[in-house]
Nanobody
Framework: QVQLVESGGGSVQTGGSLRLSCAVS????????MGWFRQVPGKEREGVAG???????SYADSVKGRFTISQNNAKNTLYLQMNSLKPEDTAVYYC???????????????WGQGTQVTVSS
């Protein structure tokens, strides 16, 4: 099992930036895929950005050019740099570990507890 703990959420104004972090521990399996998802009340959880163990990244169309997913060299911390934030980016953001080739096709095995991001206009 993989343990995931998010941090870095908060409140910003439109156009601002935040960086989310996810501390990763436990049994990271070979060929894993890591991702960030978000959810607002009453809507399904949606994939935002993902990164494969080989470094290949993928993004939802809604965040392309604004968000960047990355990992540290030890691969025990996952990041999501969010720039040019919009009110529609307001959600609880979750770190996830699993399998897949893109954020759209990722199968999630483990979830973090989530961190709130609020963007005000």
């Amino acid at each position: 099992q993989v343990q995931l703990v998010e941090s870095g959420g908060g409140s910003v104004q439109t156009g601002g930036s935040l960086r989310l972090s996810c501390a990763v521990s436990g049994d990271i399996y070979r060929g894993y895929y890591m991702g960030w998802f978000r959810q607002v009340p009453g809507k399904e959880r949606e994939g935002v950005a993902g990164i494969h163990n080989n470094g290949r990244t993928s993004y939802a169309d809604s965040v392309k050019g604004r968000f960047t997913i990355s990992q540290n060299n030890a691969k025990n911390t996952l990041y999501l740099q969010m720039n040019s934030l919009k009110p529609e980016d307001t959600a609880v953001y979750y770190c996830a570990a699993g399998w897949g080739g893109s954020i759209a096709t990722m199968t999630t095995i483990d979830w973090g507890q989530g961190t709130q991001v609020t963007v005000s206009s």
